[in-house]
């Protein structure tokens, strides 16, 4: 019987609230990481809702950047698109152009998922290229999965996460680290994390704005399981614990929060 899951989730009032929260969470999870393990291995998500949090992590006005540790941080993707680095659709060149470009980190804190630098590289050879490099940085010998300290993940109105999406082969993946994903959606190819790995996590967080999300994540954590068509009901940490960070809008079909904005959920 798989073990139940908490799902704790924490509503901002606006998107501009939200992104204050996750930069707050962001700093807390790497401060608990280096406090515990000497070391904050955070994987990012891309897509546009992390781009404001990511924002006022760089801003030398907000009190976030001060508090980050950052010689301490080893940042990893969750996903990437099959595009070169400089490309308007690269996570890489979303996160460096909002974070990397403004931040104190030194290039061998940085794991691109590396498509090659005119994204000439077939997506299977990315994906082993990056699983190769989590394998060496993570000290990983055989079975073993890299276990993040934090994994940052977005979700799509299709219910898909990282690029775990609907009827796709990776869904199915449960030894690889990383695997080349067709998306027949988006006619193009990804490499995603697998969701074992994901799950293997000391933290996963879920990062959610917007009304058009709210049907969504009804569906996904209150409605019947249904990981082929929701792939983010895959996301289940081996702690037992999912945090969700939502704006108002797309906690609106969830039940009401306390007073604190803070509400729970439990699947079996
Ligand atoms: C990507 C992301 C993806 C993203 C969701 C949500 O490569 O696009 O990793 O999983 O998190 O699509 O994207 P938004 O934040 O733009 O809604």
């Known amino acids: ?83 070169p680095p400089g490309d308007p659709d690269s996570n890489y060149r979303m996160t460096r152009e909002v974070l990397l470009d403004h931040v104190p980190l030194q290039p061998e804190q940085i794991h691109r998922i590396d498509f090659g630098i005119g994204g000439e590289l077939e997506p299977e050879a990315a994906a082993a290229r990056y699983e190769s490099e989590l394998r060496n940085a993570f000290c990983l010998e055989g079975a073993e999965l890299p276990q993040f300290d934090v994994v940052a993940l977005g979700m799509g109105p299709d219910g898909h996460t990282a690029s775990l999406f609907p009827h ?71 702690g037992g614990i999912l945090t969700l960070l939502l704006d108002r809008a797309a906690a609106a079909l969830l039940p009401e929060p306390d007073a604190e904005g803070c509400g729970t959920l439990e699947r079996d």
């Open 1 to 83: 019987m798989p073990q139940s899951l908490k799902i704790i989730y924490q509503v901002a009032p606006d998107a501009e609230a939200l992104a204050a929260h996750a930069a707050q969470y962001f700093v807390e999870q790497a401060e608990r990481s280096v406090a515990a393990r000497g070391r904050a291995r955070i994987a990012l998500s891309g897509g546009s809702t992390p781009k404001a949090a990511l924002a006022l992590l760089a801003d030398p006005s907000q009190p976030w950047r001060a508090r980050m540790p950052w010689p301490k941080l080893d940042l990893w993707w969750v996903d990437e698109r099959s595009v």
């Open 168 to 238: 796709t082969q990776a869904l199915h993946e449960l030894t690889r680290l990383a695997v080349a994903n067709h998306v027949q959606a988006k006619d193009s190819w990804r490499v995603t994390l697998t969701w074992p790995v994901i799950n293997h996590a000391s933290q996963v967080f879920f990062l959610i704005g917007g009304a058009d999300k709210a049907q969504i994540l009804k569906e996904v954590w209150m409605g019947p399981r249904d990981p082929e068509r929701l792939p983010s009901q895959l996301i289940r940490p081996a």
